[in-house]
C-alpha cells in the first residue's frame, strides 16, 4: 500500500477516486464507496472499516495491544506499510488547526484507488 502523508490547515478531504466529500468543515461523510478505511485519533483502537480484509488483518494485528486504551499513531502507520495492496492508498491527514485554537487532528483514510461505480 502507497502512503501519502498530508499536513493541512483546513478540515476538507475530498476522495481523488470519486471526487465526494469524506471530511469538510462541518462534517465527516465515511459512506463514500471507495473509502476502505478510516482511523481517528481520538479512537484509533476503534477504527470505521468497510473492506473485510483490511477488518481481519486489524483485528489479528491490534490482538497485540488490546490490554491498552490508548495506542500511538505509529501502530497504525506500521500496520498500513504492513499491509498488502497495491490498488490501496493511505492517505495521513494532520490537521494542523490555527495557533490561537491551539490542536491539531490525525486521520488516516485508505481509499481503493480501483473503485468504479457499478450504476452507470
Known amino acids: ?27 465527516m461523510n465515511l459512506t463514500v464507496p471507495s473509502l476502505a ?9 476503534n477504527p470505521q472499516i468497510n473492506d473485510l480484509n483490511i477488518g481481519l488483518c486489524w483485528d489479528d494485528y491490534k490482538s497485540n495491544f488490546e490490554e491498552f486504551d490508548i495506542i500511538d499513531p505509529s501502530l497504525i502507520i506500521t500496520f498500513l506499510e504492513q499491509y498488502q495492496s497495491k490498488n490501496y492508498v493511505a492517505f495521513i491527514l494532520e490537521e494542523n488547526a490555527s495557533s490561537a485554537q491551539g490542536w491539531n487532528h490525525l486521520n488516516f483514510f485508505v481509499i481503493d484507488m480501483n473503485y468504479t461505480s457499478s450504476e452507470g
Open 1 to 27: 500500500m502507497q502512503i501519502i502523508k498530508v499536513s493541512l490547515d483546513h478540515y476538507n478531504f475530498f476522495c481523488p477516486v470519486t471526487g465526494m466529500a469524506i471530511m469538510d468543515n462541518d462534517s
Open 37 to 45: 478505511a478510516h482511523w481517528f485519533d481520538e479512537d484509533l483502537l
